[in-house]
């Protein structure tokens, strides 16, 4: 992929000034490269790592955990040209030493000091904290916003930003069947837990994958706590009275999920979710969209491309959605089969989607 005029302009610039960038007191090296970085690059970052007396630094690129910047990230690094004092890389990588400890406005923590619990989350890791020493109430939410720095730290950006869902503070009870495990620790935990307890291999999968199905109402009435009213023979208008005949109203669907795409789920050059979407208003209509995504997905999956993860029908048309590496490389590896006539009225769309969320709207259901 081309990079876009103003990452390489940013990088046209960098490379004039890199001696001079180098020769700078590390304070000042970082204000000015960020300087630079701000005409071009909106919501990244750029820190530097290295030691005073290195003859060659590290540039990291970060978007301080917002998701939405992460691929301009990818395409920042993917666009740094070979620099004679710097090396590129793309997130804040883990720390080498886990074992640390920050100090903020008096109160210091230690990652020894905060003990983590993990559960399952729709797909994505949650985490239960809690502080080893006495935190009064007064410094309570200062001690989150460092547990949180210190979270980022030890899994590193991305992993953090992406693999962790929710994070509640608690106060354990004595008794309480939890295992606890220091955030110095934590790292390791955290891989063996991604991989034996959620089953993410990263290993593409291979022979007859498993697919589950279920049918879906759209457009049903809730109450509060999501669960669906019994309408009988009537149905929301738009001021949220009962109107009319709700026979109508409720839209049936249904949804296949590949399950054996756990094992590559949330990979992190999977992350742009592609939708390719067919007319399936008839019986007809429906064998050739279903072909057609089919062959797609075994293109993808055979060179490693990507993988289909789910299939939606409902109002006469055929949903696959996919994984992918790079979405103008999925198009090319497919332009044979888009070019067919029952891809004439296609629909795709594409979007950054690291965390799966596409798939784990419905995987969930059926785990």
Same mark, same amino acid.
Not at 147 to 173: C, N, Q, R, S
């Given at each position: 992929?081309?990079?876009?005029?103003?990452?390489?302009?940013?990088?046209?610039?960098?490379?004039?000034?890199?001696?001079?960038?180098?020769?700078?007191?590390?304070?000042?090296?970082? /204000? *000015?490269?960020?300087?630079? $970085?701000?005409?071009? #690059?909106?919501? =990244?970052?750029? %820190?530097?790592?290295? !030691?005073?007396?290195?003859?060659?630094?590290?540039?990291?690129?970060?978007?301080?955990?917002?998701?939405?910047?992460?691929?301009?990230?990818?395409?920042?690094?993917?666009?740094?040209?070979?620099?004679?004092?710097?090396?590129?890389?793309?997130?804040?990588?883990?720390?080498?030493?886990?074992?640390?400890?920050?100090?903020?406005?008096?109160?210091?923590?230690?990652?020894?000091?905060?003990?983590?619990?993990?559960?399952?989350?729709?797909?994505?890791?949650?985490?239960?904290?809690?502080?080893?020493?006495?935190?009064?109430?007064?410094?309570? /939410? *200062?001690?989150?916003?460092? $547990?949180?720095?210190? #979270?980022?730290? =030890?899994?590193? %950006?991305?992993?953090? !930003?992406?693999?962790?869902?929710?994070?509640?503070?608690?106060?354990?009870?004595?008794?309480?069947?939890?295992?606890?495990?220091?955030?110095?620790?934590?790292?390791?935990?955290?891989?063996?837990?991604?991989?034996?307890?959620?089953?993410?291999?990263?290993?593409?999968?291979?022979?007859?994958?498993?697919?589950?199905?279920?049918?879906?109402?759209?457009?049903?009435?809730?109450?509060?706590?999501?669960?669906?009213?019994?309408?009988?023979?009537?149905?929301?208008?738009?001021?949220?009275?009962?109107?009319?005949?709700?026979?109508?109203?409720? /839209?049936?669907?249904?949804?296949?999920?590949?399950?054996?795409?756990?094992? =590559?789920?949330?990979?992190?050059?999977? !992350?742009?979710?592609?939708?390719?979407?067919?007319?399936?208003?008839?019986?007809?209509?429906?064998?050739?969209?279903?072909?057609?995504?089919?062959?797609?997905?075994?293109?993808?999956?055979?060179?490693?491309?990507?993988?289909?993860?789910?299939?939606?029908?409902?109002?006469?048309?055929?949903?696959?959605?996919?994984?992918?590496?790079?979405?103008?490389?999925?198009?090319?590896?497919?332009?044979?089969?888009?070019?067919?006539?029952?891809?004439?009225?296609?629909?795709?769309?594409?979007?950054?989607?690291?965390?799966?969320?596409?798939?784990? /709207?419905?995987?969930?259901?059926?785990?």
């Amino acid at each position: 992929m081309q990079p876009t005029p103003e990452i390489a302009s940013f990088w046209r610039e960098f490379a004039v000034q890199e001696a001079a960038f180098f020769q700078l007191p590390p304070a000042d090296r970082v /204000e *000015q490269i960020n300087a630079l $970085a701000s005409q071009y #690059l909106h919501g =990244v970052t750029l %820190e530097v790592l290295g !030691a005073p007396d290195a003859t060659r630094l590290e540039l990291v690129l970060t978007a301080h955990g917002h998701i939405e910047f992460f691929p301009l990230l990818s395409q920042v690094a993917g666009a740094a040209p070979a620099l004679e004092h710097f090396g590129v890389t793309a997130f804040r990588a883990r720390s080498p030493e886990a074992d640390f400890s920050i100090q903020m406005d008096g109160l210091e923590l230690s990652t020894s000091e905060v003990m983590v619990a993990l559960e399952q989350d729709d797909g994505r890791v949650a985490l239960e904290l809690h502080f080893k020493p006495e935190v009064s109430e007064a410094l309570a /939410e *200062q001690a989150r916003h460092m $547990a949180f720095i210190m #979270l980022d730290h =030890v899994l590193g %950006e991305y992993d953090f !930003a992406v693999k962790v869902g929710a994070i509640d503070f608690v106060t354990p009870a004595p008794d309480a069947p939890v295992s606890w495990t220091p955030l110095s620790a934590l790292a390791q935990v955290f891989d063996t837990f991604w991989v034996e307890t959620l089953g993410r291999t990263g290993i593409f999968p291979t022979g007859e994958a498993h697919w589950e199905g279920m049918e879906l109402q759209f457009n049903c009435a809730v109450d509060d706590s999501g669960n669906e009213i019994e309408l009988d023979d009537f149905a929301w208008g738009d001021d949220d009275t009962v109107t009319e005949d709700a026979s109508d109203a409720q /839209e049936a669907g249904f949804v296949a999920v590949n399950l054996s795409a756990d094992a =590559v789920a949330m990979r992190a050059d999977l !992350a742009t979710a592609w939708t390719l979407d067919l007319p399936a208003a008839d019986e007809g209509a429906q064998a050739r969209a279903q072909a057609l995504q089919d062959q797609a997905g075994m293109l993808l999956q055979q060179m490693h491309q990507g993988l289909m993860v789910l299939t939606l029908a409902k109002e006469g048309r055929r949903q696959a959605l996919y994984y992918v590496v790079d979405e103008a490389l999925a198009r090319q590896t497919l332009a044979p089969l888009l070019a067919r006539p029952e891809a004439a009225d296609a629909e795709i769309k594409a979007s950054f989607d690291p965390a799966w969320s596409g798939y784990f /709207e419905y995987a969930g259901y059926l785990a």
